[in-house]
């Protein structure tokens, strides 16, 4: 069983920026973030192998940017100019297969980072 810790978050202006972490207590192949506004379904943000290759959302594009650390086993999500859009609870999610991508099934989900973006 891997266990997900997340920090970061909160309630900052639109265009401001924010960074997310994500820690796993083991070695994962892909870590991705995903979000959920309220009344919303859950979507995929983006997402980073373990070499390093990252994919995004159309909505991420250009804004995000999911970041290793020097600590292997901890990840960034880098999220510049925001908009109130982006608002939601954002959760990292983590498996060991070698498939990364926002699609398929994550084993693992860390307990989720509020972001609030409004004037």
């Known amino acids: 069983q891997v266990q997900l810790t997340e920090s970061g978050g909160g309630e900052v202006q639109p265009g401001w920026a924010v960074r997310l972490s994500c820690t796993a207590s083991a070695y994962v192949n892909c870590v991705a973030w995903f979000r959920q506004a309220p009344g919303k379904e859950r979507e995929g943000v983006a997402s980073?192998?373990?070499?390093?290759?990252?994919t995004y959302a159309n909505s991420a594009k250009g804004r995000f940017t999911a970041l290793k650390d020097s600590n292997e086993n901890t990840v960034h999500l880098q999220m510049n100019d925001l908009k109130p859009e982006d608002t939601g609870m954002y959760f990292c999610?983590?498996?060991?297969?070698?498939?990364?991508?926002?699609?398929?099934?994550?084993?693992?989900w860390g307990q989720g980072s509020q972001v609030t973006v409004s004037s």
């Open positions: 980073i192998s373990a070499g390093g290759w990252d």
């Open positions: 999610a983590a498996r060991r297969s070698l498939h990364c991508g926002l699609g398929g099934t994550f084993d693992w």
